[in-house]
Nanobody, 122 residues
Framework: QVQLVESGGGLVQAGGSLRLSCAASGRTFSSYCMGWFRQAPGKERELVAAITRYGGRTYYADSVKGRFTISRHNAKNTVSLQMNSLKPEDTAVYYC???????????????WGQGTQVTVSS
């Protein structure tokens, strides 16, 4: 098992930047592919970005391509999401999640953090 704790959320103006971090503990971090999801009020949780065990492959939702960057540091057991050029529609609770294999579906992720709120004002 792995435990995940997100940090770095907050309030930012449109056009600004935030960096989310997720700290993992428990089983070997490099055993997991990692993803960042978000859920806005009244909407389903959606995958924003994902990264394979050693960072060789990444995925981005079309809505964040060119603005968000996912990265991981296996020696520090962390995965990060750098968010630039933020828009009001990026407002959501952001979740870090771990998957035993590289997947893009919510149901494939076995372990979840508690979430961190990101609010982008216009």
């Amino acid at each position: 098992q792995v435990q995940l704790v997100e940090s770095g959320g907050g309030l930012v103006q449109a056009g600004g930047s935030l960096r989310l971090s997720c700290a993992a503990s428990g089983r070997t971090f490099s055993s997991y592919c990692m993803g960042w999801f978000r859920q806005a009020p009244g909407k389903e949780r959606e995958l924003v970005a994902a990264i394979t065990r050693y960072g060789g492959r990444t995925y981005y939702a079309d809505s964040v391509k060119g603005r968000f960057t996912i990265s991981r540091h296996n020696a520090k057991n962390t995965v990060s999401l750098q968010m630039n050029s933020l828009k009001p529609e990026d407002t959501a609770v952001y979740y870090c999640a771990a998957d035993d294999s590289y997947g893009l579906a919510l149901s494939e992720y076995d372990y979840w953090g508690q979430g961190t709120q990101v609010t982008v004002s216009s």
